[in-house]
């Protein structure tokens, strides 16, 4: 009989490997660890090149922006884009139809895009509700779990392009736009049906991670170039020296910054070109200037957000810069400990090294093919917007398809030197033009109207009406003719618009016979000086009538003829 045959050999050679896998380890540690293996738990380290936790954090900013975004669809909406709103979009989508001439087809659909050609118009407020509390409800839970699938996600695109598309002016800012574009990346950041946050069978597709940073690039370049080739102010460094003070909708601390002596604001502009115009080139020069790319750019947007009420632009712009962040960068957001999220990402690390990872299965292999397919078409798309950078006639803010799939943006090209603002006045006077008519101010809930009053800290709510009023100062009424509708609706005192509104002097009373607008030029007050010590923020001077006193009355035919409702008397 052999020996030293099969059955002796073997327990011999599994000796021998056990041997070998402790060559060459520390004294005192564990069988089977060699010096090539972190331990796991609360002196792990992750390394670089995975993406686990960034999908995680990053879907998490994402769904915050869109839970802000639905919050404001459901407090406006109705008295914006309802069945009595400013500008009904039960009136936009029925001239949408009969631009095309017949029923609801595919010319009208792509046109528009929304949910809403399905719905019943005879309840439009109810409609808008639904969709914003669907948009809430699903961009809630993706906040508070970090889980998210492809069909929720592909949810919350659809409810908010379904609202941008019939939301006229009032959705016509550049970041509505940038949160579809950001919205439409982040369903092919997930897997298709599971809600594991460490969905092991789907890691983060490089493709998708470098479609965030195309658009993060695109974002800040744009922005950058836009003001080199805009306002003259941005080439010689002054535009600081005026933009804190003429923004939309300033905050406190825009009152004190205004007030930095001229060799700040001069760095200041210096830095914003630096910021949009060099620190996105980062993006492609390795891991540690992209992770730099991201930390400069989102440290960029927590000052915006400090120095002003800008929406939840800057809030949003952070969004795709946490793709520039890896495992190992963001590991310290998590907690330590074994069976955690970080322990977890560290195992499927171990395992990837070692290559015990399983085959790809048919299902990756189709998600690999999708996500080569996403490319190309954002590659395809890109080629208008990337003429449009290299263009001299720039434009920006601006969607090339119905989808807004890939879009230009830019953000104050030219600045304004001078802040001018509509403020809206009310009388019971019988007679409008008698020089003892007392007139009364209605406030807003931000922009500025009483110079007395404290300015607002709001971000990343939004006023949709007082950043449009701000619009509204530049231009004619003739140019704004909803604000004469909103006047109308204040001669009734229309509960649905005063909710738009922080003060109606007629609460209780009946409701002004006259309503006028005037035009009045805004100046902070100086710190230390007369009016601030009288408690005014604001130094403000007439500079004449914006829209002459109307009555009721007189705006019967005007509503009329644009098919808007007429407000009701109480």
């Known amino acids: 009989m052999r020996t030293g045959g099969p059955a002796m050999a073997a327990p011999e ?24 293996r972190e331990p796991t738990g609360c002196n792990a380290h992750l390394r670089a090149g995975t993406f686990w936790l960034t999908r995680i954090v990053l879907l998490r900013a994402l769904a915050f922006v869109y839970f802000v975004a639905f919050l404001v669809a459901f407090h406006q909406n109705k008295q914006l884009i309802g069945d009595r709103g400013l500008l009904p979009c039960r009136t936009y989508l029925k001239s949408v139809q009969q631009y095309f001439r017949g029923p609801v087809g595919w010319d009208a659909v792509s046109y528009a895009p929304t949910l809403l050609w399905l719905l019943d118009w005879s309840h439009m407020d109810s409609n808008l509700d639904t ?47 940038q949160l579809l574009e950001t919205g439409f990346l982040g369903i092919f950041l997930c897997p298709l049906w599971s809600l594991s946050r460490l969905p092991t069978g ?7 991670l470098w479609g965030f940073r195309w658009l993060i690039f695109r974002i800040m370049l744009g922005a950058g170039l836009i003001k080199i080739r805009g306002d003259q102010c941005w080439r010689d460094l002054t535009c600081m020296d005026f933009h804190y003070e003429t923004q939309p909708v300033p905050n406190p601390m825009a009152y004190f910054l205004h007030q930095s002596p001229w060799w700040v604001h001069r760095f200041e502009t210096l830095s914003n070109h630096f910021l949009e115009l060099v620190v996105p080139f980062f993006l492609f020069l390795g891991r540690r200037m992209c992770t730099l790319h991201g930390v400069l750019q989102i440290l960029f947007q927590a000052v915006l957000i400090i120095s002003g009420n800008l929406s939840f632009l800057n809030w949003l712009t952070m969004v795709p810069s946490v793709a520039c962040f890896d495992d190992a960068t963001l590991g310290f957001l998590f907690p330590s400990g074994p069976g955690g999220l970080k322990d977890r990402v560290l195992k499927l690390q171990e395992e990837a090294a070692r290559g015990l990872r399983p085959p790809p299965r048919y299902g990756c292999m189709v998600r690999q093919a999708v996500h080569v397919a996403l490319g190309i078409l954002v590659a395809w798309l890109s080629v208008p917007v990337v003429v449009n950078l290299l263009s001299p006639t720039q434009v920006m803010n601006t969607s090339f398809n119905p989808l807004r799939i890939v879009n230009t943006y830019g953000a104050f090209g030219s600045i304004t030197k001078e802040r001018t603002e509509v403020i809206l006045q009310g009388t019971a006077s019988l007679n409008a033009s008698m020089p003892d008519a007392v007139w009364e101010d209605y406030e807003f809930k931000c922009k500025p109207g009483d110079p007395g009053r404290r300015l607002c800290l709001i971000s990343p709510y939004h006023y949709r009406l007082d950043w449009l009023m701000w619009f509204a100062a530049f231009q004619t009424y003739e140019h704004h003719e ?16 005063l909710s738009l509104l922080a003060l109606n002097p007629f609460e209780n009373r009946a409701p002004p016979r006259w309503v006028r607008g005037e035009h009045y030029r805004y100046k902070f007050s100086r710190p230390g000086g007369r009016h601030a010590a009288a408690g005014k923020w604001w130094v403000r001077r007439r500079l004449g009538p914006y829209f002459p006193p109307v009555s009721l009355p007189d705006l019967k035919d005007y509503f009329q003829s644009r098919e808007w409702p007429y407000p009701e008397l109480p």
């Open 482 to 497: 909803w604000i004469l509708y909103l006047a109308g609706k204040l001669l009734a005192n229309d509960a649905t618009a």
């Open 202 to 208: 789907t890691p983060p597709s490089q493709i998708v």
């Open 131 to 177: 969709l914003a509390l669907l948009g809430l409800g699903v961009s809630s839970f993706v906040l508070l779990t970090g889980c998210a699938n492809m069909a929720l996600m592909a949810t919350l695109w659809v409810l908010y392009m379904s609202l941008v598309n019939v939301g006229q002016i009032w959705y016509s800012f550049g970041w509505e736009s």
């Open 13 to 36: 050679e599994s000796l021998r490997r056990r041997k070998a896998g402790n060559a060459g380890a520390e004294p005192g540690s564990p069988p089977g660890r060699g010096p090539g």
